[in-house]
């Protein structure tokens, strides 16, 4: 049976035990036992729509309506019976609707492994209704709203999805609703529309669940710290917050989120991670005519790039200076909405930079541009990684494979050691040799596995364990203890 049908029988069968309770109080006892047979005939209607798993249930409804209709009323039994028919209610198998609301295919990673655990459940009905948004950009009056882009289809192969059109959120009124985006109207380069807003989506739901799209740091955040999400208002329309692991409890609450909201599980976005080391993900034909029989370097870049191009190009003319070099570039999906909005200087630069690679000539013939929809890929394929600290970063972590760091120092507060990365160098002697080091195998093994010790659930459990935990809260309530009858 639906949760949602059990929330509304079983208020129906409390209404019944009030109401017999009360009768020996009631000047006209018999015009409250209509409304009784009312209530009971409504829930017997129900029971019978669920076939076999509540013959017993419609049985005793139908008893009780007839017994209600009877002289000589036995109030202390019937009672009894009502709480009986109240207890095999709650006994039936009760099936959730769950609604995941991606937004970016290359997000879907954070809340695949949820779905897949909810789609194994035979007591779940889970959907994937991806939700349109709009890129924003500068205007002359501030930010401006470009056209509605809908990713839906791109989904396919990923999970069946229902196109937002279709999807009757007032109708459907599921029970729990998986969002990887919150920022609502806060967000300053994308916006899901406003009807998609945390806001409105609280309306239709007893569970407003948000998974973070990235993988926490690996530092603790102080007060004062700019840890933007901890403190969006959007969170008040949140039920649970799932977080990377405990080392973020304390700090989330030191900026205002009730303990009750969070639930520290890990980062399901870590699942696939697991998976693809174990077994890795084929490569495109392209990627190996490109990386094959080389040392691969995997460049991820923030959507700032603006500022690093320098960074950038040093990077991906590696193959040229090591013949045994190769790159894989993976730029945030929002870098171009970004350098758009923000340094529209370099925007030519830039796209002929992509153009360049895409094409595979020149310098770019041992460079992958990677535009996929997931990071395994490239992870997989990895040698050494080169990144700031970015989600992306704190997932590689999991490979135990070199890093090199190209922000200036580890962030402070820091839960890994200095010397577990290799740093960027500016000098041109100094980069050279740490490539040729790199080259020959070598790289610093301090703390590499440090993963585990920081994130919660590595081992690929963490979608099926956020799942489990969000489906037995859920439960609480329809299997709560049924109040005694006295003798």
């Known amino acids: 049976m639906l949760r949602q049908l059990k929330k509304r029988l079983l ?37 019978e729509e669920e076939g076999e798993p509540g013959r017993q249930a419609l049985g005793q409804a139908r008893d009780l309506a007839r017994a209600l209709e009877k002289d000589n009323l036995d109030l202390q039994a019937l009672l009894r019976d009502v709480r009986a028919l109240q207890g095999e209610i709650r006994r039936l198998p009760t099936q959730l609707k769950v609604v995941f609301m ?24 889970a959907h994937v209704v991806p939700v349109p948004y709009r890129p924003l950009h500068n205007g002359p009056n501030g930010l401006e709203a470009g056209e509605l882009i809908d990713e839906g289809p791109q989904f396919w192969g990923k999970a069946p999805v229902i196109p937002y059109a279709e999807y009757d959120l007032e109708r459907e009124m599921p029970d729990v609703i998986f969002l990887h985006n919150i920022y609502d109207h806060y967000n300053t380069l994308t916006q899901v529309e406003p009807a998609y807003h945390t806001a409105q989506l609280r309306q239709y739901t007893d569970m407003l669940v948000y998974v973070p799209y990235f993988v926490s740091p690996f530092f603790i955040p102080q007060p004062g710290d700019p840890e933007f999400w901890f403190g969006l208002p959007s969170l008040k329309n949140v039920d649970k917050v799932v977080l990377a692991g405990d080392f973020l409890t304390e700090p989330a609450v030191r900026f205002g989120l009730p303990r009750e909201k969070l639930l520290p599980l890990g980062s399901p976005k870590l699942d696939s991670v697991v ?27 923030l959507y700032h790039v603006g500022g690093v191009l320098k960074v950038v190009e040093r990077v991906l003319n590696l193959p040229e200076q ?33 153009q360049q690679i895409r094409g595979g000539q020149g310098v770019a013939r041992h460079v992958v541009l990677d535009e996929s929809p997931d990071y395994l890929q490239a992870m997989s394929r990895a040698d050494v990684m080169l990144s700031g600290s970015s989600s992306l970063l704190n997932t590689f972590l999991l490979t135990q494979k070199p890093i090199i760091f190209l922000d200036g120092e580890m962030p402070k507060h820091s839960m890994i050691p200095p010397d577990a990365f290799h740093y960027y160098p500016e000098e041109e002697e100094d980069w050279k040799a740490l490539i040729q080091q ?50």
């Open 102 to 125: 991606p937004y970016k295919i290359q997000m879907w990673g954070t809340l695949a492994s949820i779905y897949e655990a909810a789609a194994r459940d035979p007591d779940c009905i």
């Open 275 to 301: 998976r693809a080391l174990r077994s890795p993900p084929p490569c495109p034909r392209e990627w190996t005519e490109r990386l094959e029989n080389r040392t691969v370097f995997f460049l991820n870049t």
């Open 438 to 487: 790199l080259l020959q195998g070598e790289s610093p093994s301090a703390s590499r596995k440090a993963a585990a010790c920081i994130y919660a659930n590595t081992d690929g459990t963490c979608g099926e364990k956020v799942y489990q935990t969000i489906s037995q809260q859920l439960g609480q309530d329809i299997h709560a203890p049924i109040p005694s009858v006295p003798n």
């Open 322 to 354: 090591f013949p045994n070099a190769a790159v894989i570039w993976r730029p945030h999906p929002l870098t171009e909405t970004f350098i758009r909005q923000n340094y529209p200087q370099y925007e030519p630069h830039y796209q002929a930079l992509i």
């Open 11 to 47: 208020p129906l069968m409390d209404t019944v035990a009030e109401l017999l309770e009360l009768l020996p109080t009631l000047s006209e006892p018999s015009v409250y036992l209509k409304d009784g047979v009312q209530a009971l005939t409504q829930i017997a209607s129900v029971l």
